[in-house]
């Protein structure tokens, strides 16, 4: 269908301050959206760097439940099975990864991770990219054969691909705001994320606090459950959180966060700090660390975090979600001294050291 070109769309927000816009306008009247686009992404001090986009298809929905629930299977396994799916060589990009990466100095066993490119299986790039660059160029690792985690690949691949072509159409509507700021404004943002064999999920399980992690009662962190960072990704697609409570002999049941204060935070480019929640039939998207190196940093990474939170029953809770995280190729110059893939490089150093061979 033709793309509608008509006046701007007046910019929504929801009940926290995000700028809310509807998956139908982004689809077929991008345009209309520059308004938006620049409050979510710009650099006025209570821009958030996030945009919520809603009215998805009904799919949307089925995706990421079943994904999430098959996150806490998994996590659920022991841990002898899950580490048959760790792959060390790629810095454990590929597969399950609990308690390898560094969060503030110490090694992040709150949450266990299982990475995949869900758009490309076994990226088709010459043997020294895929040497030289193990993160990305690797192929994707999956389950087989372990019981209740039975169609995990293709719940992992349809979600995935669902976030990327969201992604995909975000990219476009943000393309006359972007080249303003582009280094080279002759790159096209969609492109460089369409084209790419670097495009990284990873789906998270944030295991319930523990007697060896406890929560404290009184003045608790506000990066309780992950520490505030930045995403390395041109844009990253971000699931609503799911909260299952498990009880003994029993499937994980749905429940609501285990407090008003759990869940995702973001500072906004006036250093604000802001609960923002993602309504479990929306998308959310914020911008990484590679386009504001592309943008010589007139559009900004966004910095973010998630607290637990304690409340009653914390104990028994954990937190599923998925991130999307989209990104060019790794020869894309990003500044006059990196490319992508030299980037990504020293971030993974930052949190894994030296690369396992």
């Not at 996590?75 to 560094?102: N, P, Q, V």
């Not at 609501?256 to 802001?274: A, E, F, M, Q, V």
């Amino acid at each position: 269908m033709a793309t509608i070109t008509t006046s701007a769309s007046p910019i929504a927000y929801t009940s926290e301050g995000a700028v809310s816009i509807s998956y139908n306008t982004l689809r077929f009247a991008p345009t209309t959206l520059a308004p938006s686009i620049e409050k979510a992404f710009g650099s006025q001090p209570d821009s958030l760097g996030i945009i919520i986009v809603k009215d998805l298809p009904a799919q949307y929905i089925t995706y990421r439940e079943r994904l999430l629930k098959l996150a806490h299977k998994f996590a659920s396994l022991d841990d002898a099975t899950r580490e048959k799916y760790a792959d060390a060589k790629s810095r454990y990009s590929f597969g399950w990864s609990h308690g390898k990466e560094i969060m503030n100095g110490k090694p992040d066993t709150l949450k266990g991770s299982y990475y995949a490119n869900p758009v490309v299986d076994d990226p088709s790039v010459p043997q020294h990219l895929q040497e030289a660059y193990p993160e990305y160029y690797g192929k994707n690792i999956w389950p087989q054969g372990e019981k209740d985690i039975e169609g995990f690949e293709d719940a992992f691949k349809d979600l995935g691909r669902f976030v990327f072509g969201v992604g995909c159409d975000l990219a476009v509507a943000c393309q006359p705001f972007a080249s303003t700021y582009l280094r080279d404004s002759s790159l096209s943002l969609s492109e460089l994320i369409r084209s790419s064999k670097t495009a990284k999920a990873r789906l998270l399980h944030y295991f319930p606090p523990s007697p060896d992690a406890p929560i404290p009662k009184e003045d608790e962190p506000i990066d309780s459950w992950c520490g505030f960072h930045l995403d390395h990704s041109l844009l990253t697609g971000l699931c609503s959180a799911m909260f299952l409570q498990v009880e003994p002999n029993a499937e994980p049941s749905v429940v609501k966060s285990p407090s008003p204060t759990s869940g995702l935070y973001i500072r906004t480019r006036g250093g604000d700090l802001t609960k923002v929640s993602i309504p479990a039939d929306c998308l959310a998207f914020q911008t990484g660390e590679a386009l504001e190196l592309a943008t010589a940093g007139k559009l900004r990474a966004t910095p973010h975090c998630v607290r637990v939170g304690g409340g009653e029953g914390a104990e028994k809770i954990s937190r599923e979600t998925f991130a999307l995280f989209m990104q060019p190729n790794t020869d894309q110059q990003l500044s006059d001294t990196e490319n992508f893939g030299q980037f990504s490089k020293r971030i993974f150093d930052e949190h894994y050291g030296e690369a396992t061979m």
